[in-house]
């Protein structure tokens, strides 16, 4: 219980619980199928993204403005929410402390924003290099990509925290239980006896800035790297440029549409609550996964690296044996 002035110098109590109970994902068969499996998604990803960053930091060739970016989603996407998702289900631990909770639900939409907007800096790279390659060394730099994505923390930071903090504003009388997979802000302040308007908008406010406006923009540079596309006249150059952009649509493919999907869903017909939490933890889950993968193995650059790296590592092995071999000689 918490106590506030309000704007006309009144004491207001608002009643907050000692915790809040976790309600998705209940009456499913053969449910811990799927918790196994999501723990091996947390387990690759995990290594996928430990493996792109260290090749990336390793590698001096890589270390462009493009990279810059990829480093950036692969550090965010470590920051899987599975492991609290697997210890409230799978041990059954569903209860979670009203300040624990705000915190998770903090983390959850600060990466996620993040993650958006960090594709949206990809697609930026993309138009630049394709509508203007010989200005692209010149605008397209590690201070500006940089620049960028600090701007991004500290928006998505500063917006994540009015978000959650307007959460405080509101009291719980009656039920505590959540029905979402972790705290979603929606299923929260659907639970307040006092009314949650401003909460409505700020998550209206939110959801357009981290998933509609990032995809809008998104589709505004792909529509103009297309229509750079058609202005080029051999087919081959074409081809080559669109590959280029192929890993960047598979990423804003795997992030974007199944949420779309499944609120447009939600919005024109019915769908069961397990259904939409299923699919909102694999919309979590699953680009995470993926992210690596696409950059490791359709990604000529970090492909080379990888094997530049392997034969390093395969040189420098025999040499520290043979040294240590010569000092124990020395020695003796």
Same mark, same amino acid.
């Given at each position: 219980?918490?106590?506030?002035?309000?704007?006309?110098?009144?004491?207001?109590?608002?009643?907050? *619980?000692?915790?809040?109970?976790?309600?998705?994902?209940?009456?499913? /068969?053969?449910?811990?199928?799927?918790?196994?499996?999501?723990?091996?998604?947390?387990?690759?990803?995990?290594?996928?993204?430990?493996?792109?960053?260290?090749?990336?930091?390793?590698?001096?060739?890589?270390?462009?403005?493009?990279?810059?970016?990829?480093?950036?989603? =692969?550090?965010?996407?470590?920051?899987?929410?599975? /492991?609290?998702?697997?210890?409230?289900?799978?041990?059954?631990?569903?209860?979670?402390?009203?300040?624990?909770?705000?915190?998770?639900?903090?983390?959850?939409?600060?990466?996620?924003?993040?993650? +958006?907007?960090?594709?949206?800096?990809?697609?930026?790279?993309?138009?630049?290099?394709? &509508?203007?390659?010989?200005?692209?060394?010149?605008?397209?730099?590690?201070?500006?990509?940089?620049?960028?994505?600090?701007?991004?923390?500290? @928006?998505?930071?500063?917006?994540?925290?009015?978000?959650?903090?307007?959460?405080?504003?509101?009291?719980?009388?009656?039920?505590?239980?959540?029905?979402?997979?972790?705290?979603?802000?929606? *299923?929260?302040?659907?639970?307040? &006896?006092?009314? *949650?308007?401003?909460?409505?908008?700020?998550?209206?406010?939110?959801?357009?800035?981290?998933?509609?406006?990032?995809?809008?923009?998104? =589709? &505004?540079?792909?529509?103009?790297? +297309?229509?750079?596309? +058609?202005?080029?006249?051999?087919?081959?150059?074409?081809?080559? =440029?669109?590959?280029?952009?192929?890993?960047?649509?598979?990423?804003?493919?795997?992030?974007?549409?199944?949420?779309? @999907?499944?609120?447009?869903?939600?919005?024109?017909?019915?769908?069961?609550?397990?259904?939409?939490?299923?699919?909102?933890?694999?919309?979590?889950?699953?680009?995470?996964?993926?992210? *690596?993968? @696409?950059? =490791?193995?359709?990604?000529?650059?970090?492909?080379?690296?990888?094997?530049?790296?392997?034969?390093?590592?395969?040189?420098?092995?025999?040499?520290?044996?043979?040294?240590?071999?010569?000092?124990?000689?020395?020695?003796?």
């Amino acid at each position: 219980m918490e106590l506030f002035n309000s704007a006309l110098g009144k004491n207001i109590t608002f009643v907050h *619980p000692k915790f809040f109970i976790i309600g998705g994902l209940t009456g499913i /068969p053969n449910i811990t199928f799927y918790y196994v499996f999501l723990f091996f998604v947390y387990i690759v990803s995990v290594v996928g993204n430990t493996v792109v960053m260290a090749v990336i930091y390793l590698d001096h060739n890589l270390r462009t403005p493009k990279y810059i970016a990829v480093f950036n989603l =692969a550090f965010v996407d470590l920051t899987a929410l599975i /492991p609290k998702l697997l210890d409230t289900f799978l041990f059954d631990r569903r209860y979670i402390v009203y300040e624990a909770c705000l915190s998770y639900m903090f983390f959850v939409f600060f990466f996620g924003g993040v993650q +958006s907007w960090t594709l949206v800096t990809m697609a930026y790279d993309r138009l630049i290099a394709i &509508c203007f390659p010989l200005r692209y060394h010149s605008i397209v730099t590690k201070t500006s990509i940089t620049s960028m994505l600090l701007f991004i923390w500290l @928006v998505t930071l500063s917006l994540t925290t009015l978000v959650v903090g307007l959460i405080n504003r509101l009291s719980f009388c009656d039920s505590v239980v959540v029905k979402s997979f972790f705290c979603d802000h929606g *299923p929260i302040y659907r639970l307040a &006896c006092n009314d *949650p308007s401003l909460n409505i908008i700020m998550a209206n406010v939110v959801v357009s800035i981290g998933v509609f406006i990032p995809l809008i923009f998104i =589709a &505004c540079t792909y529509v103009c790297i +297309s229509i750079a596309l +058609s202005k080029i006249a051999s087919g081959e150059e074409r081809l080559k =440029a669109l590959k280029t952009c192929t890993s960047h649509l598979i990423l804003v493919a795997i992030l974007f549409l199944p949420f779309v @999907v499944t609120n447009i869903a939600v919005w024109t017909s019915y769908i069961h609550p397990n259904a939409r939490i299923i699919n909102s933890t694999l919309t979590h889950t699953i680009p995470a996964l993926i992210n *690596p993968i @696409v950059y =490791a193995l359709k990604t000529e650059e970090v492909m080379n690296a990888v094997k530049k790296l392997w034969k390093i590592n395969n040189i420098s092995s025999p040499l520290c044996k043979r040294n240590n071999v010569s000092n124990t000689v020395t020695k003796w």
